[in-house]
């Protein structure tokens, strides 16, 4: 008998909401696609977050097999996530007492570290083992940060260690991020699991690029995307320099550059920011910004473009590349993070060490210039993305669950009927 119900905790960040804006990005992504795909293999999943509005409803059936809870835990608003340790423990005892209801449940899944620290707890009172992904930690940001930046607080440093030192399991989306767990934060090896991200392959695959640049009002000849959450971190001010050095350095080349994404975290001021810098760079009429779309509608712009740009300082894994890249679109990427396995460097893209636009606008002239080895980039992106489905990851991620079930030689849940 295999694992039947999982409790996934994502406190901070409800799976209901869109990424690209706020605290919603490729986690919330991560969480929908491997709930549904765990659904199609009959295990059920309660997805649990705090609630954040009054019109919040205390369950949604998403899917069959997959619900999403809030819980009061805070003020029915949006808050800062740095001020959320404050109400863990408010959410922790709604938890449990959702727990009555609705569980037992098989695992915990917890995501972020504001989640682990929640998931530590309860396991205590469910007596089932916690699986933990952390998606950004707090050390590696700050080993990256930009002029400006706050550093991560001592708080969430020291909630990431505890998660560390508790967890049956950690899941990294990648080799680089499975030794930073062990380096910085010592974790030890035989606890954490390499589990690469996925690609949801029925809604990002190559298709008709003229029909997806007519539907976005695109004239130019060739266009290029940043698309992700507008904060200094993910650096679109870069994509924006590139496109200013690219216009006049090549003029000819005939550019424009689609940005889109909402502000985040100490991103608030960032799109006015963003739109300043364009006009003082001369390229305000070769830039667009469009506000965070539907998931469902993203491979329209990554069709439309020639290349996605992604020169983000810090990444742990890097979703838009691995979505762009299903659908035939070559990706230019800093070689940062996890976009060291997102993108293969001269295959499906390019990887660039500097943050330089000068660095930028000479790879990218280089790949519109040659039309042959963009449309082989194309195509190989397309081929390496084919093989990242969610339904491998949910596989692989069905193995790690029962094997620490067998761990523990505790009888798995009896399906609920």
Partial sequence: MGVR??????????????????????MNVHVRALASELARAGVESDLYTRATSPDDPPVVEVEPGVRVLHLAAGP???????????????????????????????????????????????????????????????????????????????????????????????LAATPAEARQLTELYGAPPSNVR????????????????????????????????????????????VAVRTLATLTRRHPDLDVELL??????????????????????????????????????????????????????????????????????????????GGLNHAVGDGTTGRLLSSHEPEEWAAAVATLLRHPGKLAAMGQAAARFAGVHGWDVTASKLLDVYGELLAARGEPLLEQSG
């Fill in 194 to 237: 390499v589990m690469p991200h996925g690609v949801d392959r029925r809604r990002f695959r190559p298709g008709d690029q003229a029909a997806a640049r007519a539907a976005l009002g695109i004239g130019r000849r060739h266009v290029l995307a940043f698309v992700g959450r507008l904060q200094p971190l993910k650096a679109p001010d």
């Fill in 76 to 170: 029915l608003e949006e808050v800062p996530k740095q001020t959320l340790p404050r109400y863990l423990c408010a959410f922790l005892c709604a938890l449990l007492r959702a727990g009555e209801r609705h569980g037992p449940y098989d695992v915990l899944h917890s995501h972020y570290w504001l989640s682990g620290w929640v998931a530590r707890l309860a396991r205590e009172r469910w007596q089932a083992p916690v699986v933990h992904s952390f998606h950004t930690l707090g050390r590696v940001k700050n080993l990256s940060l930009t002029d400006g930046e706050e550093p991560e607080p001592p708080a969430r440093l020291a909630g990431e260690e505890r998660v560390v030192s508790t967890a049956d399991c950690l």
């Fill in 259 to 336: 940005v889109v994404g909402g502000p985040s975290g100490n991103g608030v001021g960032e799109p006015r920011r963003l739109e300043r810098l364009a006009a003082e760079e001369g390229v305000d009429d070769r830039v667009r910004f469009l506000p965070a779309r539907p998931h469902d509608t993203l491979g329209e712009v990554y069709q439309a473009a020639d290349l996605l740009l992604v020169p983000s300082r810090s990444e742990s894994f890097g979703l838009v590349a691995l979505e762009a890249q299903a659908c035939g679109t070559p990706v230019v990427a800093a070689r940062v």
């Fill in 5 to 26: 119900r999982v409790a996934v905790l994502t406190v901070h960040s409800s799976p209901l909401a869109m990424p690209g804006v706020g605290d919603s990005g490729g």
